[in-house]
């Protein structure tokens, strides 16, 4: 308890699932932490119960002026802000033949044109508060293809790679770069998915927010030599097939 209380937190997609549960934790653990998200109910009464020094801050991450507006206001309410959490997304579903341009640029603005506005719009106020972390939430799909969501896994691929840029540029001053990869949590995203869709997973379950949130926690607190890494909550997926091969003697 409490090691992030001289640090002040923004989490994006802050309002819900994953975002939520990252709010919790590192408010548990003592940060001041922005609640960005356009979901501004859910926002607001999060903020409400976190207490504090929590707040709501509406926020589009596609928008250039919507990050420098809320960064300026994390900073006059808060301070310099030395966590920022890259979380939120969104997912279209079809084939390529079947998606929109419409659809798959909205994609890439979110996931991927969000986490690169919020890291330029962030980076001077890490720098004032003497360095600090990223955490940019991917997805499995970062690092593996799936058929249906080309859009999704572009952005996703994209994040990766923008990550490790980051983390390179920023590592002169103190600024650690770390992307998280999610297999299948159970969030709003997934809610349209039942159990037989993990049953083939090393481990068949969901995941849950709360397991990503304490992946970023350990990020943010403990992993002090990591920048530009990848960290894995898949259920196993990446291990290989569950194949039981056998020999006969």
């Known amino acids: 308890m409490g090691r992030l ?21 590192l408010a548990a653990e003592g940060a001041a932490v922005v609640v960005a998200d356009i979901l501004e109910d859910e926002g607001t009464d999060l903020a409400a119960e976190l207490g504090g020094r929590a707040r709501y801050l509406s926020l589009d991450v596609s928008s250039e002026d919507g990050w420098q507006l809320a960064v300026a206001e994390a900073e006059r309410e808060s301070g310099p802000v030395s966590v920022l959490v890259n979380n939120a997304g969104i997912a279209a579903w079809g084939t390529m033949e079947e998606e929109s341009l419409e659809s798959f640029r909205r994609v890439i603005d979110v996931n991927l044109q969000g986490p690169w506005l919020g890291m330029r719009a962030v980076a001077p106020s890490l720098r004032r508060a003497g360095g600090g972390v990223i955490v940019n939430i991917s997805s499995l799909a970062g690092l593996t293809g ?17 990550t490790k840029a980051a983390a390179l540029e920023l590592a002169p001053d103190g600024v650690r770069v770390c992307s998280v990869h999610p297999g299948a949590i159970r969030t709003p995203m997934t809610a349209g998915f039942d159990d037989s869709f993990v049953s083939g997973q090393p481990l068949p379950r969901f995941g849950e927010p709360e397991e990503v949130a304490r992946m970023v926690l350990f990020i943010v607190t403990d992993a002090t030599f990591s920048t530009g890494s990848e960290f894995v909550l898949d259920g196993g997926v990446l291990a290989g097939p569950p194949t039981v091969l056998s020999s006969s003697r």
């Open 5 to 25: 209380s001289e640090r002040v937190a923004m989490v994006t997609g802050g309002a819900r699932g994953i975002g939520a549960a990252v709010a919790r934790l």
């Open 146 to 162: 799936y058929a249906g969501v080309g859009s999704y896994a572009a952005s996703k691929w994209g994040l990766r790679g923008l």
